[in-house]
């Protein structure tokens, strides 16, 4: 018989059943969110009241034993200093609590690199993994034997079972072409991430196709570190090359625009005016460089956020939906048609 208030001084199911006018196995179904197509919606809302007025907290120990699961999930990124994977685990952490669900973060090592297992035998604590920007197969050890996964900003051909959750990279790098294409830009310069991973390479193809046919467009690629001073660099030997300097800079991300930009003053030249600079990602950096960045927005909260409904649908025995999330080309100040000839 499960306990009452008078033996432990907390509220039970059972008072919650009591108050509400309802079984103790409907309460269970209701605070469980299992209630949907076997219990009303008003009964759900009369034994959530009763809840809260009791001030009525589960037993989640004794609830993980019953279903036999650990309500854990590992969330692998390759970096914790990025801005845009920690929006992504703010939206997984907001799902998952609203399960009573846990979330481990865990920054692969090797970056998008095969990532040694942390946990050894304590794998069995983890119901599912959740990996960001890594190759399906860098996850062997992490998984173990089946252990439910899904793939964020990965490469959906290669990530075998898992399910994906991906941003539409290739209508953002097109829209960011068109629109330097629209102000009359024809020479440009990809300063492009030397990191070989999905997500960039959908990035450098999507820019060569939409510059495709363009009469007089051309792109010169200049490799570069993930960073402001791997941005200063590579658009530093992109703007002093020799032949007519470019008059655009087509960023892989914001920090590597950033730098961009520094290279571009540093050559006494000025944005927008001289040259124009876009980036990618629109994190906070975008908005305080000056001039503000051009960029093209991804929702790395809803990319976490869909990306832990997506486990805890296969957790459950469902199967996961391929998902691809929107972007939006955001227009500041750091483009602008390029100068007329002399």
């Known amino acids: ?136 197969d860098a996850l062997a050890a992490l998984r173990g034997d089946g252990l439910p996964l899904v793939m964020l900003d990965s490469d959906p051909d290669r990530a075998g079972s898992a399910a994906t959750v991906n941003v539409d990279i290739a209508a953002g790098m097109r829209q960011l072409t068109e629109h330097l294409l ?40 200049e490799p570069a570190p993930l960073s402001v001073a791997g941005g200063l660099s590579a658009a530093e030997r992109a703007l002093t090359r020799p032949g007519p300097r470019p008059t655009a800079l087509v960023c892989d991300d914001d920090v590597l625009a950033a730098g961009a930009c520094k290279a571009v003053r540093r050559l006494g030249l000025r944005v927008p005016h001289d040259v124009s600079v876009t980036g990618f990602d629109d994190i906070s950096l975008a908005t305080a460089v000056d001039p503000e960045l051009t960029t093209v927005r991804l929702p790395a909260e809803a990319v976490g956020a869909a990306g832990m409904r997506a486990l805890l649908t296969v957790v459950d025995g469902g199967v996961a939906e391929v998902t691809t999330l929107p972007v939006e080309l955001v227009t500041r100040t750091s483009t602008a048609p390029p100068p007329t000839p002399a």
């Open 1 to 136: 018989m499960p306990p009452t208030r008078a033996a432990t001084g907390r509220p039970t199911s059972r008072d919650v059943a009591r108050a509400a006018g309802v079984s103790q196995a409907t309460v269970s179904l209701v605070l469980g969110d299992k209630w949907r197509g076997r219990v009303s919606p008003g009964t759900a809302q009369a034994v959530r009241q009763a809840a809260r007025d009791l001030g009525y907290r589960p037993n989640l120990a004794a609830r993980h034993l019953r279903l036999g699961r650990a309500r854990t999930a590992l969330l692998v990124v390759p970096a914790l200093s990025s801005e845009f994977f920690a929006r992504v685990y703010t939206g997984a952490a907001e799902v998952a609590a609203a399960h009573d669900v846990g979330v481990v973060l865990y920054p692969s090592p090797e970056g998008v690199g095969p990532a040694p297992d942390p946990f050894g035998p304590a794998r069995a604590a983890l119901d599912g993994v959740i990996a960001s920007s890594m190759a399906a």
């Open 182 to 221: 629209a102000l009359g830009h024809r020479r440009l310069v990809h300063v492009a991430a030397a990191v070989d991973s999905w997500t960039f390479r959908v990035r450098a193809g999507a820019l060569a196709t939409a510059l495709g046919g363009v009469p007089g467009a051309s792109v010169h690629t």
